[in-house]
């Protein structure tokens, strides 16, 4: 089966061709970085101007690298939400659009189950259950996956996503958007030992999260550090100031996750998201999944940070099911994944 997997649900326009929830035919992402870089963040408005701009020359794009004509698809697949409104609108009216002409079905995807199913997308992917940990920029969440379609929401954010804690970081360093691979880099240079950064473990068994606490710590701390010279002072470099920061969040994220595994007995762990993409958390995770005996897994950093083919997976298995949308169908800003519903024709 054939799906073609559209995401706009935030700064990037998003198409892929995935042959039976697996095999990736094209995967083609119009990156939006370059437009919100001096911003410092995503602007809506323009994400969702640029989006209309992009969307039909990437599908086609993604059409043409697949060798695929759209009556030779078997369905399509489109986030519906969470993200940004103006951006939703265009990927879901362009699919409903395309499904009108084509007679093609099409489903409605939750972003964060084509997250958490992106592991699909890798050979030998893990057999459920599982835990996944989403970390985004807009989201940071624990997962019990059961099965293809039954997600256990074990603990999210209370205040801001990991991603966006890089983000806001970077952006108070004047480093631009996105902030988290630059402060990844930065931080391989620098000592994480330097500067005690709080970790919001919150109470003893609760797997949620918190950054906001750490946010405003690195804040006022940079505001004294570039008060008493910044870069330039002797013993504290906007190295050691990235990778203190950082360590900080992983050692969070781990320890959550590694809690999340105790409570639900699963040997096995998955990271998906733009955060995934993270060198020293990558590693952490895995010197501490060795010492434990459980087996940890990511996506490649193409299909951790957005993109159509984790929805496409998505897509596959809710049309195998029977799940059709129809055109009334509209976009969320916010959407638990619990509260997605499967439609049946
Ligand atoms: O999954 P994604 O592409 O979009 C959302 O659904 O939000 O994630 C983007 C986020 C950004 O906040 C970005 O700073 C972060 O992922 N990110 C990273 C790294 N690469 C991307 N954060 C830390 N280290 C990285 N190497
Ligand atoms: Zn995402």
Known sequence: ?????????????????????HAVLSNVVHSQVSLHHPHGGVVPELASREHI?????????????????????????????????????????YTKALSYVTGLPYVAINHLEGHILSIFLEDNPPPFP????????GHTSLYHVLDFGSYRLLGQTLDDAAGEAFDKVAKLLGLGYPGGPVLDNMAKQGDPSKIAFPRAYLSKDSLDFSFSGLKT?????????????????????????????????IDILIHKAMKAQEITGTTRICIAGGVACNSRLRAKFLQE?????????????????????????????????????????????????????????
């Open 1 to 21: 089966m054939y799906v073609l997997g559209i995401d706009t649900s935030c700064d990037d326009t998003s198409a892929a061709v995935v042959r039976d929830g």
């Open 289 to 345: 999944a060795t010492k434990r005996g459980i087996s940890v897994m990511w996506p490649r950093p193409e299909y951790c940070t957005d993109n159509g083919a984790m929805i496409a997976v998505a897509g596959y298995h809710r049309l195998l099911k029977g799940e059709r949308a129809d055109y009334t169908i509209d976009v969320r800003s916010r959407y638990p994944i619990d509260e997605v519903v499967t439609e049946r024709s």
């Open 53 to 93: 701009k992009n969307i039909l020359p990437v599908v086609k794009e993604a059409l043409a690298r697949a060798r695929i004509a759209p009556h030779d698809l078997d369905g399509l697949a489109v986030t519906v939400g969470p993200g940004l409104i103006g951006s939703l609108l265009v990927g879901l009216y």
């Open 130 to 137: 599982f835990v996944c940990l989403t970390v985004s920029g």
């Open 217 to 249: 710590a690195v804040a006022l701390f940079i505001k004294k550090w570039q008060s008493a010279g910044g870069a330039t002072t002797p013993d504290i470099t906007v190295n050691d100031l990235a990778a203190s920061f950082q360590e900080s969040v």
